[in-house]
């Protein structure tokens, strides 16, 4: 079973239950980052803001029933207070849980129903390698993607390959994506191997640490179903535990920039 699917089914058959982050990737065999790196690309969430949605919109469809005790779905929704449920709740929802019990009537309310995974994201990924790498730095451009929104990660490239054709040609070029927190938001930079910082740029040292090393062959349109892939079948599967690091595209020789086409690693860092 792909880690999506054993993530899901673990938050919807316990929502009633306390649910932490430990507790999920105990139960699915995995560590805490790979999980919550591997529902944020499938989801575009958080995994606890998908429990917080799935709890209150399963609320909702309780209170609406119109004969349930508004503490007891409260409680039960793992809110200690019938004041605290209703912040919640009317945050939510845009209304009062007392308004939706009286009235019975879900249809004015956008619920939160629960994922599956997306099947037409899964390619063939091939084994990884196990590589050792050095530490390095790589300078460049950067941007902070809020809730995995990667709109801006090519007019980025636009920028730093503007810049690389004015100074220095780089043997290869790096994508990397760092400071991920809890999973939602993170860094990423496009830059190259520089021993100093250029004006305006910014920069990430890299450790040295044993990588999983992917390769995407083709469009660079396709390189998130590789890396989508990667986090929800192709390390479970490889029985790898990704460590809490940098993670990094690498692109060479063969890639083409012009066309977007051509081979790019994609290197895990390993626990």
């Known amino acids: ?17 306390p649910l932490t982050l430990m507790v999920l990737a105990d139960r699915c065999a995995v560590n805490v980052h790979h999980m919550c790196r591997a529902f944020q690309l499938a989801t575009g969430l958080s995994i606890m803001a998908y429990v917080r949605a799935r709890r209150l919109s399963e609320a909702a469809r309780v209170i609406a029933g119109g004969e349930a005790d508004l503490l007891q779905v409260a409680l039960g929704a793992g809110y200690g207070s019938h ?19 009286q009235a019975r009537d879900l249809s004015n309310l956008t619920l939160m129903e629960p994922f ?7 390619i063939d990924v091939a084994r990884p390698e196990i590589r050792e790498r050095g530490a390095f730095r790589v300078a460049g451009y950067g941007l902070t993607c809020r809730n995995h929104d990667i709109s801006g ?18 043997t290869a070029a790096y994508g990397v994506s760092f400071d991920h927190a809890d999973g939602s ?10 021993a100093h910082v250029p004006e305006g740029m910014e920069a990430v040292d890299i450790p040295a640490r044993h990588y999983a090393v992917f390769t995407h062959d083709g469009s660079i349109g396709d390189l998130p179903r590789t890396i989508y892939t990667i986090w929800n079948k192709a390390l479970p599967d490889a029985d790898l ?4 690091a940098p993670e990094f595209e690498r692109y060479d020789h063969r ?8 081979k790019v690693e994609i290197w895990i860092p390993l626990a």
Do not use: C, H
């Open 1 to 17: 079973m792909a880690l999506l699917d054993r993530l899901i089914w673990q938050i919807e058959t316990n929502l009633d239950k």
């Open 83 to 101: 004041e605290a449920f209703t912040r919640a709740f009317t945050a939510y929802t845009g209304t009062l849980p007392s308004v939706v019990k």
């Open 116 to 122: 599956e995974m997306k099947k037409d994201m899964i």
């Open 153 to 170: 990660i090519p007019g980025l490239w636009s920028r730093f390959n503007a810049w690389e054709a004015e100074n220095e040609r780089a």
């Open 185 to 194: 938001d993170f860094r990423y930079l496009a830059g190259m191997e520089m």
């Open 241 to 244: 535990a990704p460590a809490t």
């Open 255 to 262: 890639f083409d920039p012009v066309n977007g086409r051509g």
